[in-house]
């Protein structure tokens, strides 16, 4: 089964996370220093926050899968549709170890598709836009974020 993922940059953490918790009548199911996260099933999506020093806003949205299967299978869909993919194995991000694909739609949205397989203790700090932006895609620059 899938999952939509939104990320968004946020200013205030802690008013932010006041915010969404009351919108979604939940606690967040991480929260750090910098980043909490709420994993919810209904509606059912991985919603993120972060204050990362970049502008607040979406940052990029996405699907996470909870197979390694169902995320191979969103690659395959996406490099059919012409799209060009970065593709990163074993990475850390978000407080998490995951596998993910990235790609730049036609108006230049960033979408990650990915499959989380574990914990991590740090943020991390790959910068997948910048790679994907390397490969010919139009993404827009990166600020010193792993999702981003």
């Not at 709420?38 to 806003?57: H, Y």
Request: net charge negative; charged share 20%; aromatic share 8%.
């Amino acid at each position: 089964m899938q999952r939509l993922h939104l990320h968004i940059a946020v200013d205030d953490l802690d008013r932010s996370i006041g915010f969404y918790s009351t919108l979604f009548g939940a606690q967040p199911a991480v929260v750090k220093d910098d980043y909490a996260k709420w994993m919810l099933e209904d509606p059912r999506v991985n919603l993120a926050i972060s204050k990362r020093g970049r502008a607040a806003g979406i940052d990029h949205v996405g699907i996470q899968t909870d197979t390694a299967l169902e995320l191979s299978d969103l690659a395959v869909r996406l490099k059919s549709a012409g799209e060009t993919t970065f593709d990163q194995e074993a990475t850390t991000c978000c407080y998490a170890k995951s596998d993910k694909s990235w790609v730049v739609d036609p108006s230049g949205v960033r979408w990650e598709t990915f499959h989380t397989h574990g914990e991590a203790t740090t943020y991390g700090e790959s910068e997948p836009a910048a790679l994907l932006a390397a490969t010919g895609a139009a993404a827009p620059a990166p600020q010193a974020a792993c999702c981003g």
